[in-house]
């Protein structure tokens, strides 16, 4: 992890900045409150918010958590203890297994509050321009940190472990790159025998060996069938990409296969 000193270089915080921040040093107790309404407000548009903020006990515990960094924020003379602390925030969303992205969107909203307010208070002023310029330095250097935390620790414990767990992590890495590899040639060539499939069908209701309406519903049941199975695919790529998996797709083929056996046998 860099130290303060290297972050500060990297993101050119200078005295100036520290002083800017200090001038709105008021601006944290003012609007905690309507900021921590606003941001829970605003959790609720992620899915899971509730499995990671269970119950009340969580949530207020966190509120309060949240109030006080936003009033550290505004207080300046960041060092290597603040630095400490934000690298916590990190370790702690790792731990409850918080997707980085949250906290990156979450990040978004803060900036375009923190934003409107200051607006309000300074008007678009010049002043108003350079303490915002500081107060985005600050939020930067803030993701930065957490996020970094969750890389750092993720890497701590492969590095952690024995050269032999890291040897049968990356095999085992590669032998489910080898399933996945295989599951997607399987689903599109099992797709592609439907759509041949499926046009088998069109030929049999064409030429009369099927009668219309038992055909109809036949090819109704493939492509329902097919498309679960592009629904399959979809979600493997998702997974290569290395995003997780939604067991609604497998449920999805499951239904799919049952009501094509229902609209056969009706
Ligand atoms: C700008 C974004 C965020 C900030 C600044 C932030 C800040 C914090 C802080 C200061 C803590 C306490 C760390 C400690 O104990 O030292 C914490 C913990 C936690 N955060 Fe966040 N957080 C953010 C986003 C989120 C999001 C998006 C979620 C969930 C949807 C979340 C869920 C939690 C939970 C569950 C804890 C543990 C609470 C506990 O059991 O005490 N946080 N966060």
């Keep these: 992890m860099e130290t303060i000193e290297e972050l500060k270089v990297h993101y050119r915080w200078s005295q100036e900045d520290d002083e800017n921040i200090k001038r709105i040093s008021w601006f944290?107790?003012?609007?905690?409150?309507?900021?921590?309404?606003?941001?829970?407000?605003?959790?609720?548009?992620f899915k899971d918010t509730s499995k990671y903020l269970p119950d009340e006990k969580v949530r207020s515990r966190h509120k309060e958590k949240i109030k006080g960094w936003f009033v550290r924020l505004f207080k300046g003379g960041y060092d290597a203890q603040y630095l400490r602390s934000i690298y916590r925030i990190g370790e702690v969303h790792l731990k409850i297994g918080l997707p980085p992205h949250y906290v990156q969107a979450s990040m978004g909203?803060?900036?375009?509050?923190?934003?409107?307010?200051?607006?309000?208070?300074?008007?678009?002023?010049?002043?108003?321009?350079?303490?915002?310029?500081?107060?985005n330095k600050a939020l930067d250097i803030n993701l930065d940190v957490m996020i970094n935390s969750f890389r750092e620790e993720?890497?701590?414990?492969?590095?952690?472990?024995?050269k032999y767990q890291r040897m049968m992590i990356e095999n085992i890495r590669r032998v489910s790159w080898l399933f996945d590899f295989f599951i997607i040639i399987t689903l599109s060539l099992v797709g592609l025998f439907l759509i041949v499939w499926i046009v088998y069908e069109?030929?049999?209701?064409?030429?009369?060996?099927?009668?219309?309406?038992?055909?109809?519903?036949?090819?109704?049941?493939s492509v329902l069938i097919l498309y679960a199975i592009s629904e399959l695919l979809s979600e493997e790529i998702k997974h290569i990409r290395g995003g997780a998996v939604s067991i609604k797709a497998f449920v999805g083929v499951a239904l799919a296969a049952v009501i094509r056996k229902v609209l056969i046998i009706s």
Excluded at 114 to 134: F, M, N
Excluded at 154 to 162: V, W
């Design 28 to 45: 944290g107790e003012k609007y905690k409150e309507d900021f921590i309404d606003k941001f829970y407000n605003y959790l609720e548009n």
């Design 109 to 135: 909203f803060v900036r375009e509050y923190i934003h409107e307010k200051l607006s309000s208070e300074l008007g678009c002023t010049p002043e108003r321009d350079q303490v915002l310029a500081s107060v």
């Design 154 to 162: 993720e890497l701590k414990l492969y590095l952690a472990s024995g």
């Design 202 to 221: 069109f030929y049999m209701v064409l030429v009369g060996q099927l009668p219309l309406e038992r055909g109809g519903l036949s090819i109704l049941g």
